[in-house]
C-alpha cells in the first residue's frame, strides 16, 4: 500500500492456484490455508459432554466450536421451562428488555451505531407479547448482558447449574457472567465478536448462528459509528438520540444474511458456518469468533460467559486487526 509502513496482502482466492492447496500442512500459508486447515466445514457435534482436558485439548486450544448434546438434561428448566412456568415463577419480576423498532438492538442504522430503549418490564408483560395476549411498540428481547439471570431472576437459579463444571475446571475460572435470554422471532443481534469463551445453552426453542472465524476479521469491514439510543415516545413511536458524551464506536455495517458484496467486495472471501442450536444442546462459541444469532418465537436460552485467556491466540488477533486496519482492506 503506497505511503503505508506496512504493506500487507490478503491473497485472493481466484489468485491461489493448485500448488498452494498440494503443499498440504505446513506449506502454504495466508489465511485461506488458515480456514482450509482450521476452520470446519459444519460445526461438530458432540454426543457428551467432554471431560475438562478434552474440552481443553480439542475445542478450547485449536479455537473450534462445536455442539454439545446431553449436556443439560440434568437441568430441571429442560424440563420445566416454558412461557407458562416462567410467568408462575417470575411473571411479577421486572426485568430489562431491550426494545427497537425493528428487532435489531447494538447495530448500524443509517450512519448510527444504534443501541436499544431499555424498559423495566414485568416479565408477565413480555410474555404476554410473546404469547399473542398484548401488544408493545417495537420488537422486544430481555437480553441484558450483565449476569441478568442471577441478578434479575434469581427465583430461577435452581432450576440450573450456576456454572458448566468441565469448562470451568477446563478454563481454571468460573463465568464472568450468566445471561439469560427471551424474545420475539424478530430480535436479531448483529455480527460481532467477544472476548469470551462462550457456553451457550437452548433450553427451548432454537437459535440460529452465523458464524465467521477470527481469520475473516481482513474480509469484515468496521467503520466507526456515531453512538444513538432509540427512544420510546409516549405516542409509541421511536426517535433515535446521539450520545453525544460517548466517543465514536467500531462496528460491523454489514448484514451476513444479505451482504452488499458492490460494497463490501472482500466479504466474500469470507466463510461463514451456519448451525442451530436446539433445546437441550450447547454450543461452545468460541472467544473471537464473529456471530449473527436470530431465534425461533419465544426461544429461552442462558450462557456463560468466561472470560477468554489474553495470550498468543488475542495476540494474533490483535496484529491481524491492526494489519487489516493499516492495509485499508476492512
Ligand atoms: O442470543 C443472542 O441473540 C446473542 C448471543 C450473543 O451474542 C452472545 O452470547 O454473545
Redesign the pocket.
Known sequence: MEGSLIEVTFEDPKEVGECEHQQGKGGGGGLRDIGELNVPLAVPYLDQPPTPLHFYRDWVCPNRPCIIRHALQHWPALQKWSLPYLRAAAGSTEVSVAVTPDGYADAVRGDRFVMPAERRLPLSCVLDVLEGRAQHPGVLYV?KQCSNLPTELPQLLSDLEPHVPWASEALGKMPDAVNF?LGEAAAV?SLHK?HYE?L?CVVSGE?HFLLHPPSDRPFIPYEMYTPATYQLTEAGSFKMVDEEAMEKVPWIPLDPLAPDLARYPSYSQAQALRCTVRAGEMLYLPALWF?H?R?SHGCI?V?FWYDMEYDLKYSYFQLLDSLTKASGLA
Request: aromatic residues 16%; glycine residues 0%.
Open positions: 437480553q435470554w443481534t467477544d462462550n451457550y437459535k456471530h444469532v431465534q436460552a450462557n
